[in-house]
């Protein structure tokens, strides 16, 4: 079993920044697909950004391409997105995620989540 330890979620004005950071503990996450997803109230859920196992292949949404950094520090056991020129349409809450089978970049089969943490940008 993993257990995720979300931090980093908070209120920043358009333009600003926040790092957000995933912490497990239980199992080893250097095996494993991780991801972020967000879902913003009445939207269905999304996935934001996805790192492979190895680390070498990343996703992101269009919605966050070229804004957004996901990483990860398996020494740490920890998840990072970096959002950067946060927008008010990125207000959600946003959730680590992962998965040790399948395809990094597809949302199906994620079976370890935080419990989500908060980001709010006043638009």
């Known amino acids: 079993q993993v257990q995720f330890a979300e931090s980093g979620g908070g209120l920043v004005q358009a333009g600003g920044s926040l790092r957000l950071s995933c912490a497990a503990s239980g199992r080893t996450l250097a095996t494993a697909n991780v991801g972020w997803f967000r879902q913003a109230p009445g939207k269905e859920r999304e996935l934001a950004a996805a790192i492979s196992r190895r680390g070498g292949d990343i996703y992101y949404s269009n919605s966050v391409r070229g804004r957004f950094t996901i990483s990860r520090d398996n020494a740490k056991n920890t998840l990072y997105l970096q959002m950067n020129s946060l927008k008010p349409e990125d207000p959600a809450v946003y959730y680590c995620?992962?998965?040790?089978?399948?395809?990094?970049?597809?949302?199906?089969?994620?079976?370890?989540w935080g419990r989500g943490t908060q980001v709010t940008v006043p638009s």
């Open positions: 995620a992962a998965k040790f089978s399948g395809i990094y970049y597809r949302p199906a089969d994620y079976s370890y």
